[in-house]
């Protein structure tokens, strides 16, 4: 199973439209079921499963239980990847397309893509790639690690810029 989550700030259509049109195409190769926390979008899913919202119980069952995590490039989504030990494909929301209200999720591809079991895409063709090479996709090999030295990492990232070693590490 893979499950998709938006966040419950801003809706993002073009992600769970990406998802449910990968649903049916010749691309889900595996026949993979699809599950998605879509939030107030606009676009109404037909070849998955959705729901709005989730209970934070839910939530986490779904995480643990899928394939691979498709997300917004939130950190709140990374964390909980990396504690269900489930890798993530996290696409960033574009301001020039009105799904935010800067481009920061584009910026933090950049650092995000070095974290270990985080793939990155921001076009549909990058998150179709990794869906066909799903079973290669592994979760994070240190996820043993606290969010508390996540935290740490990318606080410090953030205040003194690429640091390689300590986003490897993580």
């Known amino acids: ?3 998709v989550a938006v966040g419950t700030q801003f809706p993002f259509n073009r992600l769970i439209q990406y998802m449910d049109d990968w649903a049916i ?9 699809v599950i998605a926390q879509i939030s107030e ?13 989730m209970s934070g119980e839910t939530y986490n069952q779904n995480v ?8 917004h490039a939130g950190m709140g989504n990374i964390i909980s990847a990396r504690e269900q030990q ?5 696409i960033n929301r574009q301001i020039i397309l009105g799904e935010h209200r800067n481009d920061h999720q584009a910026d933090g591809l950049k650092w995000m893509g070095k974290l270990d079991g985080v793939y990155t895409a921001s076009t549909q063709e990058e998150l179709y790639q990794h869906l066909q090479h799903i079973n290669d996709l592994k979760p994070a090999k240190n996820s ?4 508390q030295h996540l935290s740490d990492t990318i606080a410090d990232f953030i205040l003194h810029g690429d640091n ?7």
């Open 25 to 33: 195409s010749d691309n889900n190769k595996t026949q993979e079921n």
């Open 41 to 53: 979008g606009d676009y109404l899913p037909t070849n998955i499963e959705y729901e709005r919202f």
């Open 64 to 71: 643990r239980q899928a394939s691979v995590f498709v997300s």
């Open 1 to 3: 199973m893979i499950f």
């Open 164 to 170: 390689k070693e300590s986003l490897v590490k993580l």
């Open 86 to 90: 489930t890798p993530i494909i996290v």
């Open 144 to 147: 043993h690690v606290g969010n």
